[in-house]
Structures are given as C-alpha cells and as structure tokens.
C-alpha cells in the first residue's frame, strides 16, 4: 500500500443540467491505488463512479486535479496516450470484426508484430475460456460469451489498469457469480489492477480487496469489504451496503430507548460506537444479527412471516416502526404472525452509526 | 390437445392461416403493383419495341418493319461510298453522362459523409431541424432551383460580380463544369439522407472503445465508423449515380447543350432529330448499362454482407 501506483488527486467535474443548473459529478475526489489490487467503485446510479472511471480512461477529462499513473501524470493525455483499458457496460464489440479480429485491433494500434498479435489473441481467448472463437461474429455469440471477449481484448493488451464498467450488469444472476470468481481469480493470476464500478453491493463484496463507497460524487467511506459491512461509517453505507434495521433512538441513562419503549443497553453495542451524551442517535441492526430470545431487549408483533430458502424473514412491528430478523430456516422455532416475540441483538453488532 | 382436435372449426379458414395481428395483408399492395406495373412497364415495353422498328421516312413515329440497323448505328458509322466505319460519337456521349455522374457521386459523397456524421452526432431536436433543411429542396422544383442555379453562377451573377472586384473574370456557365456544379447541387441531399440514417444508427460508444484500445481519429474513422455507415454510403451512391446518368437538365440549363450527356440526345431524337427508333435504342442501351451498375454495387455490398437492396 505504500507504494504508489494510481493516484487521483482533487478531480472534480461538473455538468451542465438541461435545466440550467450544474451537477458536481466528481466533487473533490482523492484516493490512491496501489499495485495489482481489486479496486471497487460503488454507489447509486448518478454518484459519479463511472464519470470517475470514464477519466482515467481519458473518456471524460476532469475541470481541475491531477490522475498520476506510477509518477506520470495522464489526466490530460487522450485515451490512446493512455496504459489503461477499458470493459464497456455495452461491451462495444465492433460488430463488423471477428472475435479475433476484435482482440487484434488494439494490438494492431501498438505496431506489434503480425506473429505476436496471432499469438496473444489466441493467449487472451484461452485466458477467457473462449479459445476456437477466433473466426465468429459478435453477433454469434451470447451475451455472456461477448462480455468474454470485452473482456479479452482489454486483457490483450495488457493493461497498466484494467478499467470495468459494469461489465456483469446485464448477465443473469448466475452467469454473473460464476463471472466474479472467474474475474476475481483472473485478476489474481494476471496481477493486473483492477478498477471495478458497480451498484451492486453483494458484487462489490464478494470481488474487491477495497472498496470506495460514493454518494453525489464524494467518497463517503473507503474500506475493506468487510470494515465497509460491519462498520458502515453512516447510515448512508450501513443502508447501502447490505440490509440494515436503522432504529431512531434516544440516549436515556443506561443506554437507547428505542420505539416501542425498548431500552437498548450501551454494553450491547459494538465497542467502537459513538455514543453522545444525550440526544437522537440511528441504531443500525442487520437483520441476521438479530435472534429470538425469551428475554429479548426489542419486543414487537410478528407481521409477516417470510421463507426464503436458506432464512426466515421476520417482520416485527416495534412501537410506531419495523424490525426485519433474518432467522436461519433449520433449528429455529419460527414465530406465528402475530404473535408477540423479543428480538436479542447478538455478537454486539448493533453500532450507533452518523445519520 | 383432444379437446382442441375434437373443437368445432369455425369458419372456412384454418388458424394457420388467418393474419397474425402486426402482419400486412398482401392485399392491400395489390393496387401500386399493377399501378406501377402499368406506369414503368408499358412505356419500357414500348420502348424496346421502337428500338427494332424502322423511322418512316417522313415526320415523327415509327414504321412496323423490324430492324437491328438502330443497334448498328449506336456504333458503326455508314459512309456514303458504303463503306463503314466506327462511330465513337455516341461512346463519348456515354463517356461524357459517365465521366460526369462519376464526379457528382464523388463529390456528393466526400461531401455528405462528414455532414451527416455532424447531423448524426447533435441532439434529437437539432437533428430533427438539420434533417429537415437538407430536404428542404426537395419543396421547390428542380427546374426552378437549377434556373436558380444558372442566375447564381452566371457571368453576371452574385458570384461574378463579386469576384469582378478583385479583377478575376468568372465564366462558367454554359461549360461542362457549370453541368457537373448543377448535377452536384440536385443530388447532394440523396448522398447526405440515406449517410445520415446509417450514421444515426452508429452506437458512438464503439468509437470510444476504439480510441480506449489505443486508435487515433483517422482510424477510428477508417476502421470503425466507416464500415458501420457503409450500406449508406452504398445506397446514396447508387441514389446518387443512377439518376445522374439519366439526368439532361443540367447539361440542357446550366451546359447550354454544348456538353451533351446520353439523355439529351435520347430527348433530340424524339424532338428535333424526329428519330425515334434511334432514341429508343439509345435509351434501351442506357437502361442496360445502369442495370449492370446496380448488379455491381448489389454484388458487392452481398459480398459485404451489408443489407443493401437495390433490386
């Protein structure tokens, strides 16, 4: 980490709204990557990740700050000046090429030798899994064979930073998990940096070694997968990422009184809480940290009851608001709708979290 | 499916047969077939028929004697010993309609490709507006717009005048480049709309990955956004090159009937020449020719694999 590989420095880039007014796309973005990581760009559609990545592409160039890629700068060089390739949303395969003719093209651009193109288009079709596809049209191929061959004409070229942009949203759920180990372990062998955007939280997870939360076009937490999941920096993340009962509270002696005139003790909470003095504060609760127990701190009327394979959801109306326990589906005596239960946060996973 | 075999038919008509909703009844094209079935092919007919008929030796017409002498004469020359010879009089006249409808589509397209990639590339509404001023021609009669053309380039005209300040002396019209300047006028629009519908349709995402695999504009241009506008740019050539070889106006208004294309002397004939056999012949020969034109551009843009029909 102490190495500096990308560097993005202050970017900002602001958009004209046909209303007349402006949107901060990028509002003063700052991070550095290091070498041969797995980098995510998350957030809501709108946030700025992609405008982001379209900049270091050299798609977009940003109004002010400075894109450093290993000490030089590139933010204000085109995209062919550019170590750097991309895999398109679209997958932008050109239609009237071959599969094999497509890998070529950026080799092409590079003046390489006619036997070296031959060579590393079959080396990056065979990396993908689609070696003997040289000679099909994009147009023959399916969606998920196509997002291969994105994909191997941007690894062909062996890229200083592979940029993706949300290159699974189109495949079908399970094409798309077979596709992120398969990403995931390609990046591992190739050693490439991976610069990822998605708005897919589960996706985020399971892939990155860091992931960069965004919202209007600011970073609001940057962290591992697991830190972003268990210590969501606000309510915003802790909403985002994964599924979260936030719970309004307010601070009385001896810890939270909840809705429903629940009292939720300090001890319960996880260590690193920020617990003012007095005042409002947001509980955040994931479901699955929540359980059954006789004497539990949270109680409520079951709503809903729902079975969703591997859990239960259980909806329990608590005071004026709902708390939603994710229950495992074996060895869990499943509560009847309407009748009343207690709920125990485990673990101490509860945290108070910044609204 | 018992229940569905032993189900009562209704009506004459089996499912299989009635129209899917979406689907045209082929009825309804009926009436513009035989209607230009009538119009082209009567009148093609006829003229094929003239074409091996003798000229009456007095006025206009035809007299009911075959011949293939109207064929002979588009070539071979009878001297008055009797003695014959090559007549390349009417192959310049075809080289001249093909020389000059050559230029036309040249210059149309190498000027319509960057403008409708510009149209193609601004937004909905502005594309709309664009669209509809290169159509706007298309309002006024060609015929006024080329007498238009001839006031514009005359000697005495706007362009004449001005350049008359600067002491250089402009005499274009009535020469074969006023002809060309005229063909190239009346045709640019049939270069630009089919180009620009090509263009429209170019996801210009792809010139982005292009220029992220590290090609600079001229290829993305030359490899990229060329052969995806291609069936454009083959149906304007062929919207373009078909009717210029047939066109007379141009050369009749803005070439002052020095530089003849095919077509006027194809009209001469059935006018003054009062030869209409000949014309015929003429006119039959000119059809050939642009049917092999349009079998060469179909071959090619089929090798392709293009979706260009022309026939």
């Given amino acids: 980490m102490s190495e500096k590989y990308l560097e993005i420095r202050n970017i900002v880039k602001v958009y004209p709204t046909p209303e007349g007014g402006e949107v901060r796309a990028l509002d003063d973005v700052s991070l550095d990557i290091a070498a041969g990581e797995f980098f995510i760009l998350l957030g809501p559609s709108g946030c700025g990740k992609t405008t982001l990545l379209r900049s270091i592409a050299g798609l977009e160039y940003p109004d002010s700050g400075e894109i450093i890629l290993l000490g030089d700068r590139i933010d204000d060089k085109p995209p062919y000046e550019r170590p750097v390739n991309t895999v398109f949303q679209s997958y932008a395969l050109f239609p009237h090429m071959t599969v094999g003719e497509n890998i070529a093209f950026g080799l092409e651009m590079e003046k390489i030798e006619k036997d070296e193109v031959a060579k590393r288009v079959v080396e990056a079709l065979e990396q993908v899994k689609l070696s003997g596809y040289e000679n099909r049209l994009p147009s023959q191929l399916s969606g998920g064979q196509q997002q291969r061959v994105a994909l191997a004409r941007a690894l062909a070229k062996k890229p200083k930073v592979l940029l993706l942009d949300e290159p699974l949203s189109a495949l079908d759920l399970k094409l798309r998990r077979g596709m992120q180990v398969e990403l995931k372990r390609l990046q591992r062998e190739t050693g490439i940096t991976f610069v990822f955007v998605t708005h897919d939280q589960e996706e985020a997870m399971s892939m990155g070694d860091r992931i960069a939360v965004f919202s209007q076009g600011k970073i609001v937490q940057l962290d591992s997968p697991v830190n972003v999941y268990r210590r969501p920096i606000n309510a915003y993340v802790a909403d985002f990422i994964g599924e979260t009962n936030l719970i309004e509270g307010t601070i009385v002696a001896g810890g939270i009184e909840l809705p429903g005139g629940n009292l939720l003790p300090i001890s319960q909470l996880a260590d690193d809480s920020f617990i003012p003095e007095s005042g409002q504060v947001t509980v955040a609760i994931r479901p699955e940290d929540l359980v059954l127990a006789s004497d539990g701190l949270i109680s409520g009327t079951v709503r809903d009851v729902i079975f969703t394979g591997d859990s239960v959801r259980v909806h329990v109306t608590v005071g004026d608001i709902e708390v939603i326990a994710s229950l495992a589906s074996y060895g869990t005596s499943i509560p009847a709708q309407g009748s009343q239960v207690a709920l125990n946060p485990e673990h101490r996973a509860a945290r108070t979290v910044a609204s | ?311």
């Fill in chain 2, 1 to 311: 499916m018992t229940a569905a075999t032993a189900a009562p038919k209704s009506g004459s008509k089996s499912k299989s047969k009635r129209a899917r909703p979406g689907q045209a009844s082929p009825k309804l094209a009926y009436l513009p077939i035989i209607f230009l079935a009538f119009a082209i092919g009567i009148p093609l007919l006829i003229i094929v028929v003239y074409s091996f008929l003798e000229k009456p030796s007095q006025g206009t017409g035809v007299k009911w004697v075959f011949t293939t002498e109207n064929y002979q004469a588009l070539f071979i020359q009878q001297k008055l010993d009797g003695t014959t010879a090559l007549d390349t009089r009417y192959l310049k006249v075809l080289w001249t309609s093909f020389s000059y409808s050559l230029i036309t589509t040249i210059v149309t397209l190498v000027l319509s490709i960057p403008v409708a990639m510009w149209i193609a590339t601004r937004d909905a509404r502005k594309r709309t507006l664009l669209v509809a001023l290169v159509t706007l021609p298309f309002w006024i009669s060609i015929l006024i717009r080329t007498y238009g053309m001839r006031q514009i380039i005359a000697d005495e005209g706007p362009i004449g005048k001005f350049l008359g300040l600067f002491n250089i002396e402009w005499s274009i019209l009535y020469s074969p480049p006023a002809t060309i300047l005229g063909l190239i006028y009346v045709f640019l629009p049939f270069m630009i709309l089919p180009i620009y519908a090509s263009a429209e349709r170019f996801d210009f995402r792809l010139a982005e990955a292009a220029y992220d695999l590290g090609a600079k504009k001229l290829t993305v241009v030359r490899r990229i956004v060329l052969p995806a506008i291609r069936p454009g740019v083959i149906s304007g050539i062929a919207l373009v090159f078909i009717p210029a070889l047939g066109s007379f106006l141009q050369s009749d208004m803005l070439g002052g009937g020095k530089t003849n294309m095919v077509a006027n002397v194809i009209a001469n004939n059935f006018g003054q020449a009062r030869n209409w056999p000949f014309g015929s012949a003429l006119a039959v020969l000119l059809i050939m020719l642009t049917l092999l034109f349009v079998l060469v551009i179909q071959g090619i843009s089929q090798r392709r694999g293009d979706k260009v029909e022309l026939v």
